[in-house]
């Protein structure tokens, strides 16, 4: 059974930065992504930014492309999400989620496994 648990989620300017965490444990299918994913009141859940496991490819949304980073620390099972240059509209409840095949997808309905969240506030 994969659980993900995330951390790191607070309140911040706009301009700042924080680095939310996500532990992975009982996971087996070591070539299958992690992603982050973020859902704002109201708004549908998106995609934030993915990483393949083995290899360390990145994918990124649009939106943050150039402000958040994703790396995973393989010693440690945890997937990172810095993220700098803040904004209100990045405000939102953020999950970590895993695949369990190896293609790369950011339709939210196509990840199997899901924590539950940390809220990230950006005040203006």
């Known amino acids: 059974q994969v659980q993900l648990v995330e951390s790191g989620g607070g309140l911040v300017q706009a301009g700042g930065s924080l680095r939310l965490s996500c532990a992975v444990s009982?996971?087996?299918?070591?070539?299958?992504?992690m992603g982050w994913f973020r859902q704002a009141p109201g708004k549908e859940r998106e995609f934030v930014a993915a990483?393949?496991?083995?290899?360390?490819?990145?994918y990124y949304a649009d939106s943050v492309k150039g402000r958040f980073t994703i790396s995973r620390d393989m010693a440690k099972n945890t997937v990172l999400l810095q993220m700098n240059s803040l904004k209100p509209e990045d405000t939102a409840a953020y999950y970590c989620?895993?695949?369990?095949?190896?293609?790369?997808?950011?339709?939210?309905?196509?990840?199997?496994?899901w924590g539950q969240g940390t809220q990230v506030t950006v005040s203006s």
């Open positions: 009982g996971r087996t299918f070591s070539s299958a992504p």
């Open positions: 990483i393949r496991w083995t290899g360390g490819s990145t």
């Open positions: 989620a895993a695949r369990d095949t190896t293609a790369v997808v950011f339709t939210p309905g196509a990840w199997t496994y």
